[in-house]
């Protein structure tokens, strides 16, 4: 899995950061961004992540 994050269309809503603290971070300017990865136990939360912004800038690559 690769995960990315279209930070300009991020409005920083928190809940990715909040689902998967070990993945996604904020910026400076308060978008989200890849802090790192995820590992395999991680990909399902990673996946609810990216069903679950509300603005669908989450891409997932299986
Ligand atoms: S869920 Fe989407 S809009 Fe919310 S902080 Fe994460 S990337 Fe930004």
């Known amino acids: 899995m690769k995960v990315s994050v279209d930070q300009e269309g991020c409005i920083s ?3 990715c950061v909040n689902e998967c603290p070990d993945v996604f971070d904020f ?3 308060d978008k989200s961004y890849v802090m790192k990865q995820p590992d395999s136990s991680e990909e399902d939360s990673v996946r609810d992540c990216a069903e ?3 603005v ?3 891409a ?3």
């Open 13 to 15: 809503c928190g809940f």
């Open 27 to 29: 910026n400076e300017d």
């Open 52 to 54: 679950g912004c509300p």
């Open 56 to 58: 669908s800038v989450i």
């Open 60 to 62: 997932v690559e299986e």
